[in-house]
């Protein structure tokens, strides 16, 4: 079935740096790949996500990247801010029933 | 999103019990879900539905229930067979046959006295 793998699993960055997520899918038919932010204590909310006939999404600070010939998507977020710190989930979808496969997870950390 | 409504916050297991999550949704959507979440894990789908009076398990149904009789309503029994229940739950809820975003609930805390 498919997999998503999600590294690092923690990543921590001088504020004002960039930050780089990373997933890769086993599934060349995945065709829809979110992005969810989960802050501390509190429920998970999309953040951005990409279609499979997309390379690239921006929305201010933040952009997806998708490389389907590599089977993989990044999360890349410029300027990072203390408000950044969080839990980030990639996940990937396909088919009729749009269940969403997820990553394990990426702990953000920005340092002051 | 104040359209997905999880209850309680806290929840207290004893040994041998069944205890039930509540998840109510006034989002007019049909498609609902629930998932575990177990530190430094992603999230893990338990049951899901996709209309009433129907739904599907997950990769880890295994000592847990649901029933899905209203549209707004998406109840999750962990029963007494789920030997390790301790973990924090969360609802969700999104618009049938669609990629659209996921709705999720606040989430309800479960541990084992």
């Known amino acids: 079935g498919e997999n998503v793998e999600q590294h690092p699993s923690t990543l921590s960055v001088q504020e004002g740096d960039s930050a780089v997520i990373k997933c890769t899918y086993s599934?060349?038919?995945?065709?829809?790949f979110p992005w969810y932010k989960q802050e501390l204590g509190k429920r998970p909310q999309l953040i951005i996500d990409i279609r499979s006939n997309v390379g690239e999404k921006k929305d201010q600070r933040i952009a997806v990247t998708l490389n389907k010939t590599a089977k993989h998507f990044s999360l890349h977020i410029t300027e990072t801010q203390p408000e950044d710190s969080a839990v980030y989930f990639c996940a990937a979808s396909k088919g009729s029933n749009y269940q969403l496969i997820w990553g394990a997870g990426t702990k953000l950390i920005i340092k002051p | 999103d104040g359209g997905i409504t999880q209850s309680p916050k806290y929840l207290f297991r004893k040994e041998g019990q069944n205890v039930t999550l509540s998840c109510e949704q006034n989002l007019n959507h049909d498609a609902m879900y629930w998932y575990r979440q177990d530190p430094g894990q992603g999230l893990r789908l338990i049951y899901y539905?996709?209309?009433?009076?129907?739904?599907q398990k997950g990769d880890i149904a295994e000592g847990y229930s649901v029933s899905r009789e209203k549209k707004e309503s998406f109840p999750l029994t962990v029963t007494s067979a789920q030997k390790n229940p301790t973990a924090f739950y969360l609802c969700?809820?999104?618009?049938?046959?669609?990629?659209?975003?996921?709705?999720f609930g606040s989430g309800t805390q479960l541990s084992v006295l």
């Open positions: 599934d060349s038919a995945s065709n829809y």
């Open positions: 969700a809820s999104r618009v049938f046959g669609t990629n659209e975003k996921l709705f």
């Open positions: 539905s996709q209309i009433v009076n129907d739904f």
